[in-house]
């Protein structure tokens, strides 16, 4: 029975290799005993904002078993999408996970064929494909896994590739060979809390997401507060602060998928290109895009806001 926990393990690792995840750990699925406290705190005191679906399904959140029936094990992946090339340096700024595809399509496609490769070869196994779109706590079983461990900015970091990747997971009824959490390598750099532009890291390890760029440019559905003019930074879309200066991230290395490569035009365009931007244009450059979810309304909202900063 050990001799097939370790076989499936490593099969599971080498075919999650093959479709182009940077690492694959594996964690028991169970209650996140340490992760209750925290959660609860962060929601009491108000540090999602207007996202309140982040309220619903609290115990799910923290316990697997709860989401998927008999499930045994938490499967989690890494899915790199650091891009060869930037924008324009002058122009308003899109976080770079938008460059592309919008990565939901992108990493359920490769999970769908991740769990049908382990049904053939293993046999009848039940699971669940996770992307961001569900409450799982992504980071924390990754951490938990072994992948990286949580920066003081909440990002999952790693020493090898940094933290430019998205973290999604499979969550079957397997019982599997499990991997432990790694050690914290942040030490006494704080060059995350230092560089945010609202200083939305309020202390070491906890971010009030209602004050992110991210959430204000995405999640936000009502008009920026003015409190924040002149905070921004030039990001219309997400924001990458905390990330760029990560000492850890000098290691990142170019994505290989074809899909998250940017339509050219993104690129090069200006920011009086984006003022002007119409919709036509909003739904050439991104097309099956993650930024469609903040709409061509919503987009507009942003450049205004930063145009009149």
Same mark, same amino acid.
């Given at each position: 029975?050990?001799?097939?926990?370790?076989?499936?393990?490593?099969?599971?690792?080498?075919?999650?290799?093959?479709?182009?995840?940077?690492?694959?750990?594996?964690?028991?699925?169970?209650?996140?005993?340490?992760?209750?406290?925290?959660?609860?705190?962060?929601?009491?005191?108000?540090?999602?904002?207007?996202?309140?679906?982040?309220?619903?399904?609290?115990?799910?959140?923290?316990?697997?078993?709860?989401?998927?029936?008999?499930?045994?094990?938490?499967?989690?992946?890494?899915?790199?999408?650091?891009?060869?090339?930037?924008?324009?340096?002058?122009?308003?700024?899109?976080?770079?996970?938008?460059?592309?595809?919008?990565?939901?399509?992108?990493?359920?496609?490769?999970?769908?064929?991740?769990?049908?490769?382990?049904?053939?070869?293993?046999?009848?196994?039940?699971?669940?494909?996770?992307?961001?779109?569900?409450?799982?706590?992504?980071?924390?079983?990754?951490?938990?896994?072994?992948?990286?461990?949580?920066?003081?900015?909440?990002?999952?970091?790693?020493?090898?590739?940094?933290?430019?990747?998205?973290?999604?997971?499979?969550?079957?009824?397997?019982?599997?060979?499990?991997?432990?959490?790694?050690?914290?390598?942040?030490?006494?750099?704080?060059?995350?809390?230092?560089?945010? #532009?609202?200083?939305?890291?309020?202390?070491?390890?906890?971010?009030?997401?209602?004050?992110?760029?991210?959430?204000?440019?995405?999640?936000?559905?009502?008009?920026?507060?003015?409190?924040?003019?002149?905070?921004?930074?030039?990001?219309?879309?997400?924001?990458?602060?905390?990330?760029?200066?990560? #000492?850890?991230?000098?290691?990142?290395?170019?994505?290989?998928?074809?899909?998250?490569?940017?339509?050219?035009?993104?690129?090069?365009?200006?920011?009086?290109?984006?003022?002007?931007?119409?919709?036509?244009?909003?739904?050439?450059?991104?097309?099956?895009?993650?930024?469609?979810?903040?709409?061509?309304?919503?987009?507009?909202?942003?450049?205004?806001?930063?145009?009149?900063?």
């Amino acid at each position: 029975m050990i001799e097939n926990k370790s076989r499936y393990s490593q099969f599971i690792k080498s075919e999650a290799k093959r479709l182009g995840f940077l690492s694959c750990g594996i964690s028991k699925a169970e209650f996140l005993e340490d992760e209750a406290p925290r959660l609860e705190q962060w929601l009491n005191k108000n540090r999602h904002g207007e996202m309140r679906y982040m309220e619903n399904h609290f115990d799910k959140r923290l316990d697997p078993t709860k989401l998927v029936e008999g499930s045994k094990s938490v499967v989690s992946l890494l899915l790199n999408y650091f891009p060869s090339e930037v924008q324009n340096k002058a122009s308003y700024k899109l976080s770079k996970y938008a460059y592309g595809t919008d990565y939901h399509f992108v990493i359920k496609d490769k999970l769908r064929e991740l769990l049908n490769a382990i049904q053939e070869q293993i046999g009848d196994v039940y699971g669940r494909a996770f992307v961001d779109s569900a409450p799982v706590l992504d980071k924390a079983w990754a951490a938990k896994s072994g992948l990286g461990w949580i920066g003081k900015h909440s990002n999952l970091l790693t020493q090898q590739v940094g933290s430019f990747y998205f973290v999604a997971e499979l969550i079957i009824d397997l019982e599997l060979e499990y991997d432990h959490a790694t050690t914290d390598h942040c030490g006494t750099c704080t060059a995350c809390i230092d560089a945010c #532009p609202t200083e939305a890291i309020t202390e070491p390890y906890v971010v009030d997401g209602s004050k992110c760029i991210s959430y204000f440019t995405i999640e936000l559905k009502e008009n920026i507060p003015s409190e924040f003019k002149g905070k921004f930074d030039d990001w219309m879309f997400g924001c990458d602060v905390c990330q760029d200066v990560c #000492p850890w991230n000098r290691f990142s290395k170019p994505h290989q998928e074809p899909l998250f490569n940017p339509n050219p035009e993104l690129l090069s365009m200006s920011k009086k290109d984006w003022e002007e931007v119409t919709r036509e244009t909003f739904n050439k450059v991104f097309k099956n895009s993650a930024v469609k979810r903040t709409k061509f309304e919503g987009l507009q909202r942003n450049i205004k806001f930063l145009k009149n900063e």
